[in-house]
């Protein structure tokens, strides 16, 4: 397998700007998490699903953020607008049964100007 | 509710140093616990893990034991080399769904 997917690597954009970040998880893996990463705040988990439906979305910062889940085999993080407060490392990650590691992705490097 | 507490960073060795690098936690029923490295520009990795007291993981020459008397799991490596140069998150899940959480990272930069 490929591991996670996450695409784009990098984005850049202006504030105001709508910005999708796209996460393919491992095959076969029913819970998917995306978290964000910055200097101040260390790793943040933003939302997660298991069998595709979110199942705690407390993390998500604001109303802003958007985060979905149409199959099994993809997830999108939408933020819009963007604010250049936003500029951070997403990362998406995927696992398999409970009491098992995660799995992430590179990252996607986003910087809202 | 659950959480992670890990020492602060930078930690500063010189190449061949013994290294400590103490995670404790907080959390209800029996979580499975994990270390996982951040190379610079890198996802996070799965370094080693543990999943029921007394339970040793092991990669690398990286070591944690998982003890729930002291609710610990420092990670250990008797000689550390350049490569190790990175950050380590001390991380659980407990509960369904697998939701890790994760301490703040630490720092090492390892020196010639």
């Known amino acids: 397998d490929a591991g996670v997917i996450q695409s784009p690597r990098h984005e850049v954009t202006e504030m105001g700007q709508e910005v999708t970040l796209r996460c393919k998880p491992i095959?076969?893996?029913?819970?998917l998490f995306w978290y964000r990463q910055t200097m101040m705040r260390g790793l943040e988990l933003l939302i997660y699903f298991n069998n595709n439906v979110p199942i705690d979305d407390s993390g998500m910062p604001e109303d802003r953020f958007s985060a979905k889940m149409p199959n099994a085999s993809f997830s999108t993080l939408k933020i819009q607008p963007s604010e250049p407060r936003d500029s951070a490392v997403y990362f998406c990650?995927?696992?398999?049964?409970?009491?098992?590691?995660?799995?992430f992705g590179q990252g996607t490097r986003l910087t809202v100007v | 509710g659950n959480s992670v507490t890990q020492m602060e960073g930078p930690v500063t060795l010189s190449e061949e140093a013994f290294l400590t690098i103490n995670c404790t936690y907080t959390?209800?029923?029996?979580?499975?616990l994990f270390w996982y490295v951040q190379y610079p520009g890198e996802g996070l990795q799965l370094l080693l893990k543990a999943t029921k007291a007394d339970d040793k993981g092991s990669n690398k020459g990286f070591e944690a034991t998982y003890r729930k008397e002291t609710t610990s799991f420092h990670l250990e490596k008797g000689s550390v080399q350049v490569s190790d140069s990175a950050v380590y998150f001390c991380?659980?899940?407990?509960?369904?769904?697998?939701?890790?959480?994760f301490g703040a990272g630490t720092r090492l930069a390892v020196h010639p």
């Open positions: 959390a209800t029923g029996y979580p499975s």
């Open positions: 990650a995927s696992s398999d049964r409970e009491g098992s590691e995660a799995f």
């Open positions: 991380a659980l899940t407990s509960g369904g769904y697998n939701k890790l959480i």
């Open positions: 095959s076969g893996h029913n819970s």
